[in-house]
């Protein structure tokens, strides 16, 4: 759940079906006033939805979301917007892009693994939100337009993009796990002035090498008698 700008109602996601575990995922948005009270349907998707945020003028929701019908094998999340007039019908910004938002690559090596995702975060003047991205291998910062849903990059680097506020995020490489960086836009991020140092100084870490396997056309010896 999380507050709308005003704090005067709380949007949180349900799923309103009996037994739902034997249905394709589905959820939808709702809010309620903040001293309690009956709950109204904001929006609804086919699929579910996820990581709310209200915008600053508080006239507009994004959250990520997929698309789980018809069934497939693998729903690929995408990025709305919805007003918060309940009843609205979200956009989907991100139809036509063919990466995976709000996500990253998998593994266990995340830290702190406790922690709870970051929410989209908006621009200043409402224009944007800013969101992490997965694309070949890597997590980057995007800044989605929502009036027109174009991607723009913000930062670039093959790292994993874990978390992020206004201008520090939490990346991981295959060599530095965890670190914070200063975001630069457009450009690999930077390190903060003695970020992580006593402990990047004690450790000595190696890039792991891509893995490799003969080529067919050479042939192996045969063993001797």
Partial sequence: PVWSTDGSRIYFTSTRVREPYYQLERSELYAVAADGGDITKVAAIEGGIGRISPSPDGKWIAFGGSITTPA????????FVVSTTPG???????????YDVLSGPGGDQRAPRGS????????????AVIINSAERGSANLVSIDIDSGRVTPITTGHHDVQAWTNNVILISTPTIIGDLSRITHGRPPGRPPDGHKTLSVALTLTRPHAPTSPSSRHQHAAPRA
């Fill in 72 to 79: 497939r094998s693998y729903d690929q999340p995408d990025f």
């Fill in 88 to 98: 609205s019908t979200p956009r989907n910004l991100t139809a036509s892009y063919d």
């Fill in 116 to 127: 709870s995702p970051s929410q989209p975060l908006w621009t200043k003047d409402g224009r």
